[in-house]
């Protein structure tokens, strides 16, 4: 009779979102696909999958799964820290992100229409504001605010 293996295994799937400094609208179109393609490396680089990262000019939506080892908070610093950086490095010196983010559980189920929603983004928002999104997404996730 063959062992079963027990190492270590995790399904850890977060939806982040969170904005630019005072909701500014500083992603400028044509910065968003580099800066979120580069958002995605920065999760690889850190043993992290972004399975999607989108937004629009003034906030990001990512959907990472982590590893067994990483908080969600430092998931997150790392991403903003090191995306900060990088759009500094591209001339955008008025860019920041802002202190904090959202970050939510999702099942394996939910990945797909995750990852639309996070895709349709600019589209999304030519219909409803990011306070109406945010408190429809802090609802469905038991949030009252």
């Known amino acids: 009779m063959q062992r079963m293996s027990y190492h270590a295994r995790t399904s850890i799937l977060v939806h982040c979102v969170f904005t630019t400094k005072n909701r500014e609208a500083s992603i400028a179109p044509e910065m968003q696909p580099r800066l979120w393609s580069y958002m995605g490396g920065i999760a690889r680089e850190n043993k992290m999958k972004a399975l999607a990262v989108g937004g629009v000019a003034d906030h990001c939506h990512v959907l990472l799964?982590?590893?067994?080892?990483?908080a969600v908070a430092k998931a997150v610093q790392l991403i903003k820290s090191g995306?900060?950086?990088?759009?500094?490095?591209?001339?955008?010196?008025?860019?920041?992100?802002?202190?904090?983010?959202?970050?939510?559980?999702?099942?394996?189920?939910?990945?797909a229409a995750t990852v639309r929603y996070i895709s349709n983004q600019p589209r999304h928002h030519a219909k409803v504001s990011f306070e109406d999104e945010w408190k429809a997404i802090l609802d469905k996730h038991g949030f009252a605010e």
Request: proline share 6%; no cysteine; glycine share 18%.
């Open 65 to 70: 799964s982590l590893p067994p080892t990483m």
């Open 83 to 111: 995306s900060s950086k990088w759009m500094h490095g591209k001339g955008q010196h008025k860019f920041d992100w802002q202190e904090g983010y959202g970050g939510f559980t999702i099942g394996m189920s939910q990945i």
